[in-house]
């Protein structure tokens, strides 16, 4: 057995050969990269971070993998070819397999002055997308669950079952500008970690924290990629004990199929100006 298979093979074990994103219920034959290649510069992404998933929940994640692709490029400025190239090929997959998506995330003229004006920022400074209450705002949502359920398995070694509940929220940029971001998440991750490999890093890329209740019983994941938005994961293997907060749209394993949300809100995205 090859280098490679071995690998995959001591991966796989770790679950029991079972899916971490459905409950447990399946067998995994595939490993999952979460977050996966698609969200860092030219698909290259340090070795880590990889999980047992089963072939439709590893699959079924393309067009939710895409649009956080490029959701998570809009800011800093794009620098190179390669990363406007890649932009644009994956607004065409998102035009192709999600019609009307990008339309529905452009506000209007007034929303754009309105906001400029509430953060002090000119057309120079850049533009908005309107991400709140739009298809593209529960692809999020449906990155975070998995994310979630990700990061739970590598911290506890324990697939949440199918009883379980994430909880998620997403944060744009503009939401951290205007505080939104609770400012527990520094002191309750003091250190953010990334992935490397020798001295490459992807810190300027993705960042994240975990951390566990006593007895792996529950778990909080923060991630940030780039500066473009950032999201909470709150992960309960008894899903009856969970609290949840008010508004808040509680997830099971193995749900990601996108819910649509009936009304905009007034939060918007910053994007890049090129």
């Known amino acids: 057995m090859g280098q490679g298979k071995k690998r995959k093979a001591s991966i796989l074990a770790r679950s029991g050969g079972r899916c971490i994103y459905c409950g447990g219920q399946t067998a995994a034959t595939t490993l999952d990269h979460m977050p996966p290649k698609s969200m860092f510069d030219g698909k290259l992404r340090p070795e880590g971070l990889e999980f047992p998933s089963c072939q439709p929940c590893n699959n079924g994640a ?3 993998d895409a649009i956080c692709a490029f959701i998570g490029r809009l800011y800093p400025d794009l620098e190179t ?5 890649e932009v644009k090929k994956y ?3 998102i035009s192709n397999n999600a019609p009307g998506l990008l339309e529905s995330l452009l506000p209007s003229r007034a929303l754009q002055k309105r906001r400029q004006r509430e953060l002090g920022l000119t057309d120079a400074d850049g533009g908005f997308l309107q991400i709140g209450g739009t298809t593209a705002e529960a692809h999020l949502e449906a990155f975070a669950v998995r994310l979630g359920l990700a990061m739970h398995f590598q911290e506890t070694g324990e697939i949440v079952p199918e009883t379980g509940k994430i909880i998620v929220r997403i944060y744009s940029n503009v939401d951290v500008l ?3 971001l ?3 998440i ?5 250190e953010a970690s990334t ?3 020798g001295r490459w890093t992807v810190e300027n890329q993705f960042q994240y924290g975990v ?8 778990s909080m994941t923060y991630a940030a990629f780039r500066a473009s938005f950032a999201l909470l994961a709150f992960v309960f293997m008894d899903g009856e004990t969970a609290e949840v907060p008010p508004g808040a749209k509680p997830f099971r394993p193995g749900e990601f199929t996108v819910r649509k949300t009936p009304s905009l809100r007034a939060s918007a995205f910053w994007t890049s100006s090129t």
């Not at 070819?81 to 190239?85: L, R, S, V």
């Not at 520094?186 to 003091?190: A, K, R, S, V």
């Open 62 to 64: 393309g067009l939710t």
């Open 195 to 197: 992935l490397s490999q």
């Open 182 to 184: 609770p400012s527990e």
């Open 178 to 180: 205007e505080g939104g």
């Open 211 to 218: 951390q566990k209740t006593v007895g792996g019983k529950a």
């Open 186 to 190: 520094h002191e309750i991750f003091p």
């Open 81 to 85: 070819p390669e990363q406007h190239a």
């Open 91 to 93: 607004l065409s997959t």
